[in-house]
């Protein structure tokens, strides 16, 4: 009899997606010096985000869509666990589901990836540069309003070949997913948070089980990391109040200085036309509510024609 795996990890099939996984599990045999390798199995889940790559995700429902398929099997009790890229989550989780662990954050920023290192000035006037995020494209006109920015779906490895093919003139990834995979293409260059603030919970891993599910939350509770939590469920309280989606250029960032909290959130008209700007500063346990704050702060100054274009 083949015995049955201990833990079924759910995910999405991409390079990134496995790799995430993978360490999800290296993590799981660390924290538990019981658990064999070949106890905890890794399930591809195909997601409708992954079978659209013809239009932007804003057009087909959003960030629902790379999670839903994975918290159907979680929910049916197919997979023990599900790992996901927190920014692509939504902020409502499905009846029964919780974000039980959450691995150490990496690095927040984002690269930009041309055949050779530039900076954003130093894209050429009027290039065509390629993303699939509306909040680098509209970050990116608020700055640069003579580029022409083009919808770049496709995992890491698809993006470089088509930037390699001269599609684009360049384009964004996440250093934190190019650190995870181990790639260093020789043609990025590393924006600082002034230049581009990240995503929601960008570099973030979180770990979705059942609510009630004691025997996995067990095996859970080791590898949750709590800075990573706090920063994450600061950021995502204030994206909530804004009800963002994939149709929102929405951007912010928690971070812990040793004495409480900065939080610095952003908002942009999708055309880049009109940015606007919010920081916070406060007691760490207070971080949901100075991001639910911060996101109404913001909802007020963008106003209801905000995005009527």
């Known amino acids: 009899m083949v015995e049955k795996p201990a833990l079924t990890i759910g995910t999405r099939g991409s390079p990134l997606a496995l790799a995430q996984a993978q360490e999800t599990r290296d993590r799981l045999l660390r924290a538990h010096q019981g658990l ?18 013809d239009r932007a995700l804003a057009e087909a429902g959003g960030k629902g869509l790379f999670t839903k ?23 409502k989780l499905p009846d029964g589901l919780i ?23 130093e894209i050429p006037h009027g290039a065509t540069v390629g993303t699939a995020s509306l909040r680098r494209k509209a970050f990116l006109l608020a700055r640069r309003p003579d580029l022409t920015v083009v919808n770049f779906r496709g995992n890491v490895q698809t993006r470089l070949r088509k930037l390699e093919d001269g599609v684009v003139a360049a384009t964004f990834l996440a250093l934190a997913g190019l650190n995870r995979l181990k790639i260093a293409p020789p043609g990025m260059r590393v924006l600082q948070i002034d230049e581009m ?4 919970a960008q570099g973030a891993i979180g770990i979705e089980s059942r609510e009630h599910d004691t025997r996995v939350l067990d095996y859970l509770k080791a590898l949750d990391d709590a800075p990573t939590r706090m920063r994450v469920e600061t950021e995502r309280a204030m994206l909530a109040v804004l009800d963002g989606s994939c149709r929102t250029p929405i951007a912010a960032l928690a971070e812990l200085d040793g004495i409480g909290m900065r939080l610095r959130g952003a908002i942009a008209r999708p055309d880049g036309s009109e940015l606007i700007e919010i920081e916070r500063r406060g007691p760490v346990r207070d971080g949901v509510t100075m991001g639910a704050d911060a996101g109404a702060e913001l909802k007020r100054r963008i106003g209801p024609d905000f995005f009527k274009d």
């Open 197 to 200: 603030l990240p995503a929601v």
């Open 36 to 53: 064999r390798e070949d106890q905890i199995a890794i399930r591809v889940i195909k997601t409708t985000g992954d079978q659209i790559q």
């Open 99 to 121: 974000m039980a662990a959450y691995l150490p954050r990496e690095d927040v920023r984002d690269v930009l990836l041309a055949t050779q290192p530039m900076s954003l000035a």
């Open 69 to 91: 398929e994975i918290e159907d099997a979680l929910l049916s009790g197919e997979i023990d666990l599900a790992v996901h890229s927190m920014k692509d989550m939504p902020t």
